[in-house]
């Protein structure tokens, strides 16, 4: 039996109750595109900078948590909230700047954690810092965009960092006892089953706490949607069935105690070319949900078919 270590699971055990995330966009950009880097960004990003969930970044950090909360207000009564820094690379800016949204966050009502997305590469001494400082205040999660560990996959997809970069970065938020989030990306173009179950693996071996696995989505105006694009590279999204079999197997190489805080990852609809099943939302979660079930991999906690 393979068992998951859920993050509503978490959430309740660190909480004592469901707490829901809040999108939010404090205004920043990426080294990858404002030619630090490179200005074409990411191979798969979107024009929002994966943040196109995201509330306006013309609005104050406490109108975006306001207008954040009322798209849920139905869903919720009581509810408890993490500030979710979510659109590009949100410690990418003056310290002096991070200090004073991300403070603006931390002290709205009901905001429990602050969740940071960001770069491996993009983690000074003073942002460690501060992100220190802040997490004396309140549970501070920062999620690593790392994606891959080949280095043939880093590059097609322009990360723009070494692993070694990665492996610095962790051990760095590890010292400070920052909640480290890791995404990969299932579903590059070239690389295997194999390939992928190895980069799952990989973070067994490091103090990462969570990971959000995430299906290769195809979107309008990315690079990627033209490499998809162009029949000459021959390259197909997975299908549902194969996605499902390929989490599973995922799940069954992660170390026990690491939180799985994704398991699909949904696309804007509106800029989504492949693969459109997963558009579905619900038809997804039903097909994995059954073949979980029928497969005795449990959405619970933390034993394997080995018994750790």
Not at 25 to 50: E, H, Q, V, Y
Not at 291 to 296: E, L, T
């Amino acid at each position: 039996m393979a068992e998951i270590y859920t993050l509503n699971k978490y959430y309740r055990e660190r909480f004592g109750q469901k707490v829901y995330k809040l999108s939010l966009d404090g205004g920043m950009t990426c080294p990858n595109r404002d030619g630090t880097l490179d200005t074409r960004g990411c191979i798969f990003c979107s024009a929002g900078g994966s943040g196109d969930f995201a509330a306006s970044r013309f609005l104050s950090i406490k109108e975006q948590i306001t207008e954040a909360k009322s798209r849920i207000c139905n869903k919720i009564t009581d509810g408890k909230y993490i500030a979710y820094f979510q659109a590009y690379t949100n410690t990418y800016a003056p310290t002096d700047y991070l200090r004073k949204i991300f403070y603006e966050a931390a002290c709205c009502d009901d905001i429990v954690g602050i969740s940071i997305a960001t770069r491996p590469d993009c983690l000074g001494p003073e942002v460690l810092e501060l992100l220190d400082e802040l997490n004396s205040k309140l549970p501070v999660f920062v999620e690593l965009g790392l994606q891959t560990i080949h280095k043939e996959s880093a590059h097609f997809i322009r990360r723009g960092y070494e692993l070694e970069v990665f492996n610095t970065a962790v051990a760095n938020l590890h010292r400070i006892n920052i909640n480290i989030v890791v995404h990969l990306i299932l579903g590059l173009p070239n690389e295997t089953f194999s390939d992928i179950i190895a980069s799952v693996r990989y973070l067994n071996s490091l103090p990462v706490n969570g990971v959000k696995l995430q299906l290769l989505h195809i979107l309008k105006n990315t690079d990627l949607a033209d490499y998809y694009l162009n029949k000459e590279n021959d390259f197909h999204t997975l299908s549902l069935e194969d996605y499902t079999v390929l989490l599973a197997e995922c799940i069954e190489n992660l170390r026990p105690d690491i939180v799985i805080h994704r398991m699909t990852g949904d696309g804007n609809k509106k800029e989504l070319i492949a693969p459109l099943w997963s558009g579905d939302k619900k038809r997804v979660l039903n097909y994995i949900n059954t073949y979980f079930a029928k497969n005795n991999i449990i959405q619970g906690r933390k034993y394997r078919k080995n018994g750790t």
